[in-house]
């Protein structure tokens, strides 16, 4: 062996910078050669063996073509082959097992850097010739010098590189990469890769999505074959295995190489794009050919993960497809999604099913979207919509049920605008004909969750949310404000106003009224407007009215918390009184909410607690017979309408409301002809009167107090009279008629109910300044009632029915005496004249009754009379007997 030194030419040793050079002529009979010049012995082959030790570990760098001091510089042509040994037995990691070799013609310089602190570098040459020579220099550099490889303050960062794993050369794991922390490179980097390579990288980043930063870095994995370009071009980055037969760098999506296949490269060049992993591990495999030009560079590249992920709340089937439920979010939350930020094949379809809870209905939209040209796709692709984004309004791809397609070529985003299903389900399919390594050109962030837009009626088709409550489907039930607090997002500029109606219909074949009462009402206060005049104000307000032509009245509620009831201080608490009870007069009545646009959103979207609450009920059937009785001087009410009982169906429970109006000035007498409860129980029959302005009843009759109905007072005008009149929406004033409330509520058992009331209207007896009954005004008296009761016409007096109530005064002297004063159907009224208090009315009804009777009679023995006679003339005749023989 023949030891040669760095700078002479004899052979003596001699240390520099610490490095000792070894050179060895192992071909038979060669002499002493200078390692700078051409060798001679022409013809003969050549095989040379240079080690390159350093006494203290650090990488030797060995540079082809730099001829100064303290440096080797070796030049080959035509060279058969050239191996570098990057470390020995006692280094941590070497290539001598197999470290191929470095074939044909090198003419500019290149540079290797050791991995290790030992090279050993061997030049073989079948043929030597004057044509053949190399050249070489080597110099000791520090690690971290080498700033290419290691990078800005490598002491704070000593596994940037990777952790080694023992016995390999270029087996590398990486944990928990940053940005900066993890140095993904080829062996040798910034030099030559050495050849007959199989590296493998195990990257690993804390968080998903884990990132390759690769793009606009220099990448070069057998691009060029020779130097010549002529003869050798190079070969651009290619993906593909069939595009890199020699030398590859290859990327699976996951810890080892039976995880999905990102991708194969190889090629020269600056690296189009970065590769962005489904996890947060990649795994990263380099071969380099057994032989191969001393050429390429290799590669280098950091790693950390894309801050492309949340935390989806839903179920994941496969690689992209979601199932997005209201159950798993928390009441009133939303739930994001966003765009495929990882890498993904070519035809891939990634879905999102947003379901509700049946009732529900789902709402998507996008805080941020852009739309960009495909920048890293997988395969090529020319046409138009190389990606697409589209919504259905179905639980499936439902091309007759799409309500939006955004593509990479054509359509503008849609930021901040609400998609909203008509059903519980929401369809979303992000599909790719390209693919991409690092991720969608569709960039979005997609909010989306969910409302109860449970309807307490029928909805109305076209509107946001009127609804109808009719009789035939349902007697009765309940309502409040909409559920679905996104009607609340008003569109427009300025914000149109909200307007909700709520209609109850009905049939008189089935019920003449609805009852509706609001329970309670919830606004909040308007920021300009005030609740004063509710009709004509911009306030928050819910409006009571029966939609006749007539104008009829009208209830109009913009207050808060029950129109100032004080909630009750009871413990329990009591139930708190109801704000309105209506009781319409026809068959249809309207409840209508409008609330100001402009600030309904902030006020009312996404706030849980009703604006209003009702009940509703659908009464009066057809066994009661008319609703609403005419004013009238008399007249009867008679339950069950025993006209309808043939063809109506009894119900299990009814509810009778009767109207009485009655003539202004005019007090009102009831009187019971008969009543029959079909218990002592109040439950299964009650009777119920009510005076205007006033909700609680007036006098109540059930089965335990009906004694109660032997003596009914008399209801004076004041009572009746409306407490104040009333303004329709138009401004005008309605006067309304003087009413009385009749309500029955019981159930049709068997032994059912049964009651008849008479009523007679009384007129007030007119008296003059001191107290004393104005006879001349007595015009409309026929009858004047005992005690002051009132008077009445004379066509009620002796009809068969009491219109006057009976007063029953003592007499003075007596002992437990009573006189009745005669009434209108007394024997001292109807019989003969009788004197009353009125000045003396006589009482023709009775001759009249006299009279008839005595003409009866007179006619009834004529008839007798004249058959009697006819009888004895019959008898008076002979009777002759012919008896034919």
């Given at each position: 062996m023949v030891k040669f030194s760095t700078g002479e030419a004899n052979g003596d040793k001699r240390r520099e910078s610490g490095g000792i050079l070894t050179a060895s002529a192992l071909v038979p009979g060669m002499p002493r050669m200078p390692v700078l010049v051409l060798l001679g012995s022409w013809g003969w082959g050549f095989f040379a063996i240079f080690l390159l030790l350093l006494a203290t570990p650090s990488p030797a760098a060995i540079r082809r073509g730099q001829r100064h001091a303290k440096t080797i510089s070796i030049f080959i042509r035509r060279m058969q082959s050239d191996t570098i040994i990057d470390g020995n037995t006692k280094t941590e990691v070497s290539n001598r097992k197999d470290p191929g070799v470095y074939c044909g013609e090198s003419e500019q310089p290149q540079t290797f850097i050791s991995?290790?602190?030992?090279?050993?570098?061997?030049?073989?040459?079948?043929?030597?010739?004057?044509?053949?020579?190399?050249?070489?220099?080597?110099?000791?550099?520090?690690?971290?010098?080498?700033y290419l490889r290691?990078?800005?303050?490598?002491?704070?960062?000593?596994?940037?590189?990777?952790?080694?794993?023992?016995?390999?050369?270029?087996?590398?794991?990486?944990?928990?990469?940053?940005?900066?922390?993890?140095?993904?490179?080829?062996?040798?980097?910034?030099?030559?890769?050495?050849?007959?390579?199989?590296c493998k990288y195990r990257l690993n980043t804390r968080l998903p999505f884990i990132k390759l930063y690769i793009e606009n870095e220099e990448f070069n994995i057998d691009g060029q074959r020779c130097e010549n370009i002529m003869t050798c071009p190079m070969r651009p980055i290619?993906?593909?295995?069939?595009?890199?037969?020699?030398?590859?760098?290859?990327?699976?999506d996951g810890k080892n190489e039976s995880s999905p296949v990102i991708g194969t490269f190889c090629g020269m060049g600056k690296f189009p794009y970065s590769i962005i992993g489904t996890s947060e591990d990649l795994y990263v495999e380099f071969v380099?050919?057994?032989?191969?030009?001393?050429?390429?560079?290799?590669?280098?590249?950091?790693?950390?993960?894309?801050?492309g992920h949340v935390e989806t709340a839903g179920v994941k089937n496969g690689s992209c497809d979601w199932l997005l439920n209201s159950e798993s979010l928390v009441s009133g939350n939303e739930g994001i999604f966003l765009s495929v930020a990882h890498w993904y094949p070519p035809h891939t379809s990634c879905t999102y099913l947003l379901r509700g809870r049946p009732g529900e209905i789902a709402r998507l939209y996008f805080p941020s979207f852009r739309v960009n040209r495909i920048e890293s796709p997988i395969q090529p692709y020319d046409g138009d919509c190389g990606e697409s984004l589209t919504l259905y309004d179905a639980d499936w791809p439902d091309d007759a049920r799409i309500i939006k397609t955004f593509c990479d070529t054509f359509s503008k985003p849609m930021e901040k605008h609400d998609f909203v299903s008509t059903s519980n389900a929401l369809f979303v399919r992000f599909e790719s004909k390209t693919g991409s390594y690092s991720g969608s050109s569709l960039y979005y962030w997609a909010h989306y969750d969910f409302f109860n837009a449970t309807r307490f009626g029928e909805?109305?088709?076209?509107?946001?949310?009127?609804?109808?409550?009719?009789?035939?489907?349902?007697?009765?039930?309940?309502?409040?404000?909409?559920?679905?607090?996104?009607?609340?997002?008003?569109?427009?500029?300025?914000?149109?106003?909200?307007?909700?109606?709520?209609?109850?219909?009905?049939?008189?074949?089935l019920y003449a009224r609805v009852i509706l009462v609001i329970e309670s009402i919830n606004f909040k206060e308007h920021p300009y407007a005030q609740c004063g005049h509710c009709w004509d104000s911009r306030v928050d307000r819910v409006i009571i009215r029966e939609p006749n032509p007539d104008g009829i009245k009208g209830h109009c509620l913009c207050r808060i918390n029950n129109n100032g009831t004080p909630a009750p201080t009871s413990s329990p608490p009591a139930p708190r009184p109801p704000v309105l009870r209506v009781v319409s007069r026809g068959e249809r009545l309207d409840l209508k909410l409008l609330v100001d646009g402009a600030h309904a959103a902030s006020s009312y979207f996404k706030w849980s607690a009703p604006l209003f609450e009702a009940r509703y009920e659908f009464a009066h059937s057809p066994l009661c017979g008319?609703?609403?009785?005419?004013?009238?001087?008399?007249?009867?009410?008679?339950?069950?309408?025993?006209?309808?009982?043939?063809?109506?169906?009894?119900?299990?429970?009814?509810?009778?409301?009767?109207?009485?109006?009655?003539?202004?000035?005019?007090?009102?007498w009831l009187h019971f002809d008969k009543i029959k409860f079909a218990s002592r129980s109040c439950e299964d029959g009650k009777l119920e009167i009510f005076l205007p302005g006033s909700a609680e009843p007036y006098l109540g009759i059930c089965g335990e107090n009906v004694s109660y109905v032997r003596e009914m007072p008399i209801i004076s005008a004041a009572h009746i009279t409306p407490p104040?009149?009333?303004?329709?929406?138009?401004?005008?004033?309605?006067?309304?008629?003087?009413?009385?409330?009749?309500?029955?509520t019981g159930s049709m058992a068997p032994a059912r109910a049964a009651f008849k009331i008479a009523w007679t209207e009384l007129f007030h007896l007119p008296r003059d300044g001191s107290g004393a009954l104005n006879t001349g005004k007595l015009e409309d008296c026929g009858f004047q009632c005992p005690g002051d009761a009132g008077c009445i016409p004379l066509r009620l007096m002796c009809n068969g029915v009491v219109n006057c109530p009976s007063r029953s005064l003592p007499l003075p002297g007596?002992?437990?005496?009573?006189?009745?004063?005669?009434?209108?159907?007394?024997?001292?009224?109807?019989?003969?004249?009788?004197?009353?208090?009125?000045?003396?009315?006589?009482?023709?009804?009775?001759?009249?009754?006299?009279?008839?009777?005595?003409?009866?009679?007179?006619?009834?023995?004529?008839?007798?009379?004249?058959?009697?006679?006819?009888l004895c003339r019959g008898r008076s005749r002979s009777r002759d007997i012919h008896v034919p023989y």
């Open positions: 991995e290790t602190s030992f090279v050993r570098v061997i030049f073989h040459a079948d043929n030597f010739t004057d044509q053949t020579y190399f050249s070489f220099d080597s110099r000791a550099e520090p690690q971290f010098e080498v290691y990078g800005q303050h490598p002491e704070l960062y000593p596994n940037r590189r990777g952790e080694v794993v023992p016995g390999s050369y270029c087996e590398r794991v990486f944990k928990d990469c940053r940005l900066q922390t993890c140095y993904v490179q080829s062996p040798a980097y910034p030099g030559i890769y050495p050849r007959a390579l199989h290619s993906s593909g295995s069939e595009h890199c037969p020699y030398d590859y760098i290859r990327v699976y380099s050919s057994p032989a191969g030009p001393l050429l390429n560079t290799g590669f280098h590249f950091n790693v950390g993960n894309w801050p909805p109305t088709p076209g509107t946001e949310c009127d609804e109808v409550f009719a009789s035939w489907k349902t007697r009765s039930g309940r309502l409040r404000s909409p559920l679905n607090t996104l009607v609340y997002k008003r569109p427009g500029d300025p914000p149109a106003d909200l307007s909700c109606t709520y209609s109850f219909i009905t049939d008189k074949r008319p609703a609403l009785l005419p004013p009238a001087t008399d007249g009867e009410i008679e339950f069950p309408h025993y006209e309808a009982l043939g063809y109506v169906t009894p119900p299990r429970t009814i509810k009778c409301i009767w109207e009485l109006r009655v003539n202004r000035e005019r007090d009102l104040i009149d009333h303004q329709a929406p138009s401004g005008d004033v309605i006067e309304e008629s003087p009413a009385v409330i009749i309500q029955f007596i002992l437990n005496g009573t006189f009745y004063e005669p009434d209108d159907e007394s024997v001292e009224t109807c019989g003969g004249p009788v004197s009353g208090n009125g000045g003396g009315f006589a009482g023709p009804a009775g001759w009249a009754g006299a009279g008839l009777g005595a003409g009866l009679a007179i006619l009834l023995g004529l008839a007798c009379f004249i058959a009697m006679c006819r």
